[in-house]
């Protein structure tokens, strides 16, 4: 779950959000504040002696006060920059630490969601979120606090200090903060808007080139090269036009800022200087309050970029909002019923009713598997195999029915252990970057090398098992690898997680005969005894089965049973 509460206030959401992770590092938080309210502090001074140092030591006529002076300019030049080293390096490691905390969550939420939100959700909206949208928010929740602290440190600072050398001008000046106030709220549409259009383009750019990459052979088959080529520069061009509006819309709102700074020292030469030349004011006072001016306008500039960041992280946090709406399907039960051991690998469906809309996928499917049983599921493409699959390892649950487990329905198994006793090798396994090993070790962490090298052997893969194969790279790309041998790595995964229940979803349609006949000759020989669940649009080659189940028109029908190898029925 991200902590997303939908009745506060946007920027309250941010803050709560972040506020845990900013907690766990209080010591952090206080030395940066700390510390940048001393650089702030640091670059305040300057302006205040510059007054002495004119009146007193130049016009005044003292050496010795304008020597002193410089040392102490020198002083504040050294250990402002020292300060200010120390506090945005002790800041980038607290920004770090609540970044990836945010990620951590919005990762952690994105692993429960159901196979359908990945279905229908482009990867690159996806990433988008998990990385521009999180990074903006983040700035958002850490700076907005920090830079008000020390925003209103330094004004205070500011204001004292300028107050003690002229009122009237220090008026003058901050005369013109509501004007840069209505200033900020004139802009806000605009800034708002521009960031949404930066954040679609930046998705649909990231979509095309997750999707382009992971399809790139088939591009290359295609000689869609220079195809994709025009896709990308389309792509560029919306992407420019929404830069574009979002650099227009920080440079008007932040141009504005600036304008109306700039007028606070003309305002300063004007009133100032006509006084100085009046003998009304010391020359010093107005040198040092054309500073001020600038300087007062820094905490203002940071205050007006917190509100410029915050209409770009309202725009990212609702995105993330959307995202923490998507709802996990399935969820491990809080008290689980635990499964009698040894599992024993019994099967039941129950008038099983399951859609992914308003069309039932199955509709009072029924079916009793005894423990040990090998069934093969046979059905029209289409029929709902993979989705009866599915909801055997509750990626969903049905609308109504029951599904059991060794006589538990599944929904109060825990999930975890629903999902170590009923595993599935489909048709196009996953292969995780890295080794053979660290393929095996990732359903199987626990397993030590002969444990490895065994079920490498049991798969049919002795050559890779013997010939230090465990080392071999495999790779993300499916290249790597043949077919065969992928579908092999799978399976010795599957006897490395020794489930109850093995599905092999479609595994071997595609292979060689021969070949397909070897897989499941591996798989009859080490899950002997166990259910076996095939699912096969070609009976030939998966070997003798207990049962034949056809899946048709949502339920599941019975047909001849058989142990021989012989194509009853072919379904393609
Ligand atoms: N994520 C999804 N969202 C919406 N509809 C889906 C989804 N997955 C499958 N379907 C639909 O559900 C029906 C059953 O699909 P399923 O993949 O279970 O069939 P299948 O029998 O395994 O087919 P095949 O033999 O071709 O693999 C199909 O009409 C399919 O379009």
Known sequence: MIPLNGNRSLPRQALAWAFPLVRDRARTVAGVVVLSCIGSAAALLPPYLTQRLVDEGIVGGKVGLVLWLCAAFLVLMVGGVLVETLSRLTYLKLSAHVLFGLREQVWRHLQTLAPTYYARTRGGEILSRLDGDVAEVQRFALDAPMALLNGAFSLTVALVLMLSLSPLLTALVFALVPLQVAALMFTRPWLEKSAQAMRKESAAMSSFFVESLRAMKFIQASNAARRQEAGLRAHHGD?????????????????????????????????????AAAGELSVG????????????????????????????????????????AEQPTVQSPTHPVPLAQPVRGELRLDAVRFGYGAEAVLDGATLDVPAGTKLALVGASGAGKSTLIDLLQRHYDPQAGRLLLDGVRLDLLDLAELRRQVVVVDQEPVLTPGSVRDNLRF????????????????????????????DRPVGASAAALSRGERLRIALARAILQDPAVLILDE??????????QAIIGAVDHVFAGRTRIVITHNLASVGAVDRIVELRDGRLVEHVPTRSAAPLLRIV
């Open 239 to 275: 992407y420019f036009a929404a830069l574009r509006r979002s650099q227009l819309a920080s440079l008007g709102a932040g141009g504005l800022q600036r304008l109306l700074s700039g007028l606070g020292v003309l305002l300063v030469f004007a009133v100032g200087g006509s006084m």
């Open 507 to 516: 595994t071997t349609s595609g292979l060689d005969l021969p070949v397909a």
């Open 443 to 470: 359903v199987a962490p626990d397993a030590d090398e002969p444990m490895l090298l065994r079920a490498l052997d049991l798969a049919g893969l002795a050559k890779l098992a013997h010939a230090g194969g465990l």
């Open 285 to 324: 006072v107005v040198v040092a309050f054309i500073a001020y001016t600038t300087r007062a306008a820094g905490p203002l500039q940071t205050l007006a970029g917190v509100f410029m960041g915050w209409q770009r992280a309202k725009v990212s946090l609702q995105r993330i909002r959307e995202l923490a």
